[in-house]
Structure formats: structure tokens, C-alpha cells
């Protein structure tokens, strides 16, 4: 049962994420996005007045991630534990470079 009530409040979140624009700068911005196979990551960026980022790693193991400079802020770590996830990934800025968790995705904004 609590599996599906953080799939639920998961989901909850995407909404209330996408009801409060969240995810405009995938609308009104060129989107870059970077795939690499091997490793089974991609990447969406879109920059402007407002920027969001997106990671997904697809891969069995964690994957290191690199993002443009500047103060992003965690949307959502969909490998984080309030999710059903098996770790936390818990920041109010990154640098450069983060760990994403296998079968995850990591969702920044600027």
C-alpha cells in the first residue's frame, strides 16, 4: 500500500509542478538535449529568463551528470525515498556535476 500512495502523491506533484508552470521553459525555450547510449542518460536543457533542466538515467548504475553553471534548484529527484526511491538527493544549489540515482530522473529549474 505505501508504494502506490507515493506513486500517487508522486504523480500529485507532477501536476501541481506543471499547474504552476514549472515546466514553460520546455515551451517557450529552445530545448538541448544530450543523449549518450552507452551510459543510457539523456539530457534536456532549456535556457532563458526562466531555465529548467532535466536529467533521465535509463542505466543499472548511478551516473554522473553535468549542468551549466549557476543556482539551480531541485524540482524533483524521482530516486529519492519520499518517492519509493533508494536515496536522497537533497540540495538547494548544485555546481557543475551530481550523481543521478539508476532508473531515475532529476528535474532543475533557474
Do not use: C
Amino acid at each position: 500500500m505505501k508504494r502506490r500512495n507515493s506513486f500517487f502523491s508522486f504523480y500529485k506533484k507532477l501536476l501541481e509542478l506543471r499547474k504552476s508552470g514549472a515546466f514553460e521553459p520546455f515551451r517557450s525555450n529552445e530545448i538541448i538535449s544530450d543523449s549518450n547510449e552507452e551510459k543510457r542518460l539523456l539530457t534536456l536543457t532549456a535556457e532563458g529568463e526562466k531555465s529548467l533542466f532535466a536529467a533521465f538515467n535509463f542505466s543499472d548504475s548511478d551516473q554522473e551528470v553535468n549542468v551549466a553553471e549557476g543556482s539551480w534548484q531541485l524540482l524533483l529527484a524521482s530516486g529519492n525515498k519520499e518517492w519509493g526511491g533508494t536515496q536522497e538527493i537533497k540540495f538547494q544549489s548544485i555546481s557543475n556535476n551530481f550523481q543521478i540515482p539508476a532508473h531515475s530522473f532529476v528535474l532543475l529549474n533557474k
